[in-house]
């Protein structure tokens, strides 16, 4: 079993940045395709940005404009999200996910992601 835990959120003001991390199981991020999706109150949950296992161009959700980057250190099976630029609009619960072994190419659609950690508040106050 996948296991994921985000950690890094928290309450910023806008301009600012914040660097999330995900922690996996032992060898997850290796294997697997890693992304991170955002949910707001009242809304469905948002791709964000993913990493695949064949290219090293990452893809990013149309609202990141160059603020956010996905990375991924297997080597400390991590995956970060570091943004930047922060606007109240980027309030949310941040979310890590990862697909199953045999996926690798990256989805912006969260029904194509197995495994999910927790969540992570993000609050930018204006």
């Known amino acids: 079993q996948v296991q994921l835990s985000e950690s890094g959120g928290g309450l910023v003001q806008a301009g600012g940045s914040l660097r999330l991390s995900c922690a996996a199981s032992?060898?997850?991020?290796?294997?697997?395709?890693v992304g991170w999706f955002r949910r707001t109150p009242g809304k469905e949950r948002e791709f964000v940005a993913a990493?695949?296992?064949?290219?090293?161009?990452?893809e990013y959700g149309d609202f990141v404009q160059d603020r956010f980057t996905i990375s991924r250190d297997d080597a400390k099976i991590t995956s970060y999200l570091q943004m930047n630029s922060l606007t109240p609009e980027d309030t949310a619960v941040y979310y890590c996910?990862?697909?199953?072994?045999?996926?690798?190419?990256?989805?912006?659609?969260?029904?194509?992601?197995?495994?999910w950690g927790q969540g992570t508040q993000v609050i930018v106050s204006s």
């Open positions: 996910a990862a697909r199953r072994s045999g996926f690798s190419f990256t989805s912006e659609s969260d029904h194509d992601y197995d495994y």
């Open positions: 032992l060898g997850t991020f290796r294997d697997h395709v």
């Open positions: 990493l695949s296992l064949v290219s090293d161009y990452p």
